[in-house]
C-alpha cells in the first residue's frame, strides 16, 4: 500500500511569488491533516479536511495560504504571495476515521519550503 | 490550549544502552491520547507508541516503552536496547479524546544521537 506522498519534496521561491504544495493521502483515507514546522520550532497544525469539506481551519495563519480538497482525494495548499515567515516544512497526514478512535496519522515526507 | 513541551533539544545514547525522552503537557481535558512519533533523517514520520489517558497501564511496544504519570501530566519515551537505527527526531504528541477535534498538539522535539 502506497503511503502518502507530497510534492515537490523541496522548493525555492522568491518573497512575493506563489508556491503551491501537493498532498495525496492513503487511498480511503476520509482525513487529511496539514501541518507546518518552522525550523527549531514545534510540528504546528494547520487545517484538517473530512473528505473535501474542512473541518477544521483553525491553524491557518493568514488568508495568503489556501487549501483545497476537491473531490476528496488530494489536497493542495497555495502560499500566495509568499513571505519569508512562510519558510519551513510542511506536512500532510491521513488517517482512516475521526472521532474517538483515535486512529494512527500517517505523515508524508514533508515539503521544505524556502522563501529568499 | 493544550501545549506539549519537550526540554532535552539534543540527546545521545550508546547502542545497547537505554535512554529516556522526556515530555511534558498541559491539559485541562480528562480524556486524551498522547503520542511518540519518530522522524529518521530524510524519512518519514512514524509512529512508535500510542497511550490512551484512560488507561492506566503504561504502553509497551518491544523495545519502546512509556512512563505515564497522568496527575504530573508527564509521558517520557523509555528506550532500551538502543540500536543505530533509532537515531531520529522524536516528537511528542497530543490529541483530544472527545468531540471533533482530532489535530496532534506536538513538542519542539529530541534529537536522539546513538553512538557505538
Known amino acids: 500500500e502506497a503511503g502518502v506522498t507530497q510534492f515537490p519534496s523541496h522548493s525555492v521561491i522568491e518573497k512575493g511569488q506563489t508556491v503551491t504544495l501537493r498532498c495525496d493521502p492513503i487511498?480511503?483515507?476520509?482525513?487529511l491533516y496539514w501541518y507546518r514546522r518552522v525550523m527549531g520550532k514545534e510540528i504546528k497544525f494547520l487545517l484538517h479536511?473530512?473528505?473535501?469539506?474542512?473541518?477544521?481551519e483553525s491553524g491557518m495563519p493568514n488568508n495568503r495560504f489556501l487549501a483545497e480538497r476537491t473531490g476528496g482525494t488530494y489536497s493542495t495548499l497555495k502560499v500566495q504571495p509568499a513571505e519569508l515567515e512562510d519558510s519551513g516544512v510542511y506536512f500532510c497526514?491521513?488517517?482512516?476515521?475521526?472521532?474517538?478512535?483515535?486512529?494512527?496519522?500517517?505523515f508524508g515526507p514533508g515539503t521544505r519550503l524556502t522563501v529568499l | 490550549a493544550q501545549t506539549v513541551t519537550q526540554s532535552q533539544p539534543e540527546m545521545s545514547v550508546q547502542e545497547a544502552e537505554t535512554v529516556t525522552l522526556s515530555c511534558t503537557y498541559d491539559?485541562?481535558?480528562?480524556?486524551?491520547?498522547l503520542f511518540w512519533y519518530k522522524q529518521p533523517p530524510s524519512r518519514q514520520m512514524i509512529l512508535v507508541i500510542r497511550?490512551?489517558?484512560?488507561?492506566?497501564q503504561n504502553a509497551t511496544e518491544n523495545r519502546f516503552s512509556v512512563n505515564f504519570q497522568k496527575a504530573a501530566k508527564s509521558f517520557s519515551l523509555k528506550i532500551s536496547d538502543s540500536q543505530l537505527g533509532d537515531a531520529a527526531m522524536y516528537f511528542c504528541?497530543?490529541?483530544?479524546?472527545?468531540?471533533?477535534?482530532?489535530?496532534?498538539?506536538f513538542g519542539t522535539g529530541t534529537r536522539l544521537q546513538v553512538t557505538l
Open positions: 497526514a491521513s488517517s482512516q476515521d475521526w472521532g474517538r478512535k483515535g486512529n494512527e496519522q500517517f
Open positions: 487511498s480511503g483515507h476520509d482525513n
Open positions: 479536511f473530512v473528505k473535501e469539506s474542512k473541518q477544521d
Open positions: 491539559t485541562s481535558e480528562s480524556d486524551y491520547y
Open positions: 497511550q490512551e489517558a484512560y488507561k492506566q
Open positions: 504528541a497530543y490529541r483530544s479524546y472527545t468531540g471533533t477535534a482530532s489535530k496532534l498538539t
